[in-house]
């Protein structure tokens, strides 16, 4: 018999790869931060001795979400400015005041403290401060790709594209002996960025081989602005600077023509679909069945929790789901096993990651998650699958491994102290509340 680390029996898995389907009577070997075998109890018992055995008998196991777009250290101006236009500067004026490590630190706890309860298992950020993120990520055990952030303009993080550029990749080298931790460009928009920035930028991802993500058309207004400053809309500039690559991630993508899509599709991009901070903000819908049907890998974001409220994938893939079937006019459209592949491996191969997570499958890290059906609302449970992604939430994971640690037990964090991140998070409740600032509207 081989000796392994753990064995988690479930009810149901879904491996997600080859395809999206739920199966039973499989149990999953993990030694040393990998999956080791998924296949049958029976063969699984005669085949494996562990110390550690996980009875999951009213549970999915699946691969852990990959939230392909956050601003995790933004996560504290969650409710500052609902039901507000998009042109509303509360968040900027709290940033203004703010933004430094002490906040994005904070933030970034709590956004990951969130986001492992509810499953998510690799972020990628976009943010300034991705050294403090990058820190509280090390801390917590959670997977990260940080945002190597490019801007032109100043922000407490830095002054210039010179500068910006020049910490980002001090950030890159300073993570890059942790296995979990990954960096990619963070473009704020392309708007932002003349043509040698978005050169150098380009430049830089081909000899480090990291991604680059950017805000690709999210609003027409953004759009317009582009041609009428550049003569361009942001993709095309991004084009001509060799940057539609297998490397670009998309992010929001409300706004696509279907040359456009072609285009994408044809380059190997991916797109961040995050449908929560679109609807909320009115800016457009992503054409995501569109999208799919012509090769586009589509992964899937929530964004910072001041647009979203909740850093909640299993919020997103509903809200996939709905919006693209009401986008296609087709109720066939992004069905449920297209919303779970978005969550898992479509966000793996967007942060080039897929040969590490993303399925359950031999070899790949042990980013595990148990998700519990046995709550009365979801009951009976008829098509696994679609209840997993149509009725459950987050609040219905109780396990999360990553790289074969348990981080999330009983529904309970193991590693960071859930009551010292409510205490942090009150305590800047008191300094932001827009209520008590004065001379604020
Ligand atoms: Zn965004």
Known sequence: MQRVDALIRPRWTARV???VAIEERLAVAVDRGRIVAVVPVEEAERRF??????????HVLLPGLVNAHVRAGASLFRGLASDRPRTDTRVARAEARWLGSELVADGARLAVAEMLLGGITCFADAYDYP?????????????????????????????????????????????????????????????DLGEATLARVRQLADELDVPVGTRLHETAA???????????????????QGLVTPALIGA????????????????????????????K??????????LRRAGVNVALGTDGADRCDRLDLWAEMRAAALLGKHVAGDATAVPAAAALEMATVAGARALNLEREIGSLAPGKAADLICVDLSRLALQP???????????????????????GAHLVANRELVRLDAAAIAAAAEQWGRRLDPGAASGDD
């Not at 001795?49 to 009213?58: I, Q």
């Not at 303009?153 to 594209?161: I, N």
Request: net charge negative; glycine share 6%.
């Open 17 to 19: 790869e080859p395809r």
């Open 49 to 58: 001795a562990t110390g550690a055995r996980h009875d999951r008998p009213r």
């Open 131 to 191: 050294d403090v993120t990058g820190e509280v990520a090390a801390e917590s055990g959670i997977r990260a790709v940080l945002g190597m952030v490019v801007r032109e303009t100043r922000s407490a993080w830095a002054r210039d594209a010179d500068e910006y550029v020049r910490k980002g990749l001090e950030v890159h080298d300073r993570f890059k002996g942790d296995p979990l931790i990954r960096t990619a460009f963070a473009l704020c928009s392309p708007n």
């Open 222 to 240: 953004e759009v317009e602005a582009s041609v009428s400053r550049f003569g361009l809309r942001p993709l095309a500039r991004l084009r001509a």
């Open 252 to 279: 929001h993508a409300t706004q696509l023509e279907d040359a456009e899509i072609e285009l994408l599709a044809s380059a190997g991009a991916s797109v961040a679909h995050c449908p929560r901070a679109n609807l």
């Open 281 to 290: 903000q009115a800016s457009g819908a992503c054409r995501v069945e569109a």
């Open 381 to 403: 449970i008829l098509d696994p699958l679609a209840q997993l992604v149509y009725a459950a939430s987050g609040e219905d994971v109780t396990d999360v491994w990553i790289a």
